[in-house]
C-alpha cells in the first residue's frame, strides 16, 4: 500500500470551508449579546444558519474522515506531537459538532425572539419558550465556543510552526492547491 502524502480533495474542501465558517462564526458570534435585540435578532438568522450549515458540513465530514485513509505524522514529529495533534483534532470534531447543537438547542428555547435558520427551520418552534433551559444552552454554546477559539489557534499555531520552522508539508498536503514533497 502507496503512503499517502496529502490529503484528498473532498477533506481538503470540507477542512477550508467549515474552517473560514467557524473563524467568522467564532469573531461575530463573541459580540451578540452587546447588541441591541432588534439588531442581534437580524444576525442571528445569519448565526443560524451558518451554524446549521456547520453542522451539515460535519457530518459529512466526520464519516468521511473515519472512511479514508490520511497522510500520517511527518518525520519531523515525534510521538508527543502525534498524540496531541489526534487529540486535537478529535477534539475539534467534538466540539464542532457539539456547538451548532448547542445553539439548536438554545434557539429552541428562546423568549425574546424567533430563530428560523435560513428562513425556513423554526428552531424556536420546536420546543415550549424556557428561559431556564435557554439560559443553559446558551452557557454551553458559549463555554464551547471558548474552547474552540483556543483549538483554532493552537490549531493555526501548530500549522504555521510545521510550515515555517519544522518546515515539513503538514500545511502543505492540507492547502487546496498545496504542492508536498514526492508529488
Known amino acids: 500500500m502507496a503512503e499517502i502524502l496529502k490529503y484528498g480533495a473532498t ?24 447588541l441591541p435585540l432588534d439588531e442581534r435578532e437580524q444576525i442571528i438568522m445569519g448565526h ?9 458540513l460535519m457530518l459529512i465530514r466526520w464519516p468521511w474522515r ?4 490520511v497522510p500520517g505524522p511527518t518525520d519531523t514529529m515525534g510521538t508527543w506531537q502525534t498524540r496531541l495533534s489526534k487529540a486535537m483534532h478529535w477534539a475539534l470534531y467534538v466540539l464542532l459538532v457539539l456547538q451548532p447543537i448547542f445553539g439548536i438547542l ?11 435558520a435560513f428562513g425556513q427551520i423554526a428552531y424556536s418552534s420546536m420546543a415550549a419558550d424556557n428561559e431556564q433551559m435557554a439560559n443553559i444552552f446558551h452557557i454551553a454554546h ?9 483549538l483554532v489557534l493552537g490549531h ?8 515555517f520552522w519544522q518546515k515539513d508539508n503538514v500545511l502543505r498536503r492540507m492547502l487546496l492547491f498545496g504542492k508536498v514533497s514526492g508529488d
Do not use: C, P, R
Not at 48 to 56: A, N, Q
Not at 106 to 114: G, P
Not at 143 to 150: E, G
Open 48 to 56: 443560524s444558519g451558518l451554524g446549521t450549515l456547520v453542522l451539515i
Open 156 to 163: 493555526i499555531g501548530a500549522a504555521f510552526y510545521h510550515h
Open 106 to 116: 438554545q434557539a429552541m428555547y428562546l423568549t425574546d425572539y424567533e430563530v428560523v
Open 142 to 150: 458559549g463555554v464551547n465556543a471558548k474552547l474552540l477559539m483556543v
Open 66 to 69: 473515519l472512511t479514508h485513509d
Open 11 to 34: 477533506a481538503k474542501w470540507l477542512h477550508w470551508l467549515v474552517g473560514f465558517i467557524v473563524i467568522i462564526m467564532l469573531i461575530f458570534g463573541s459580540g451578540l449579546e452587546s
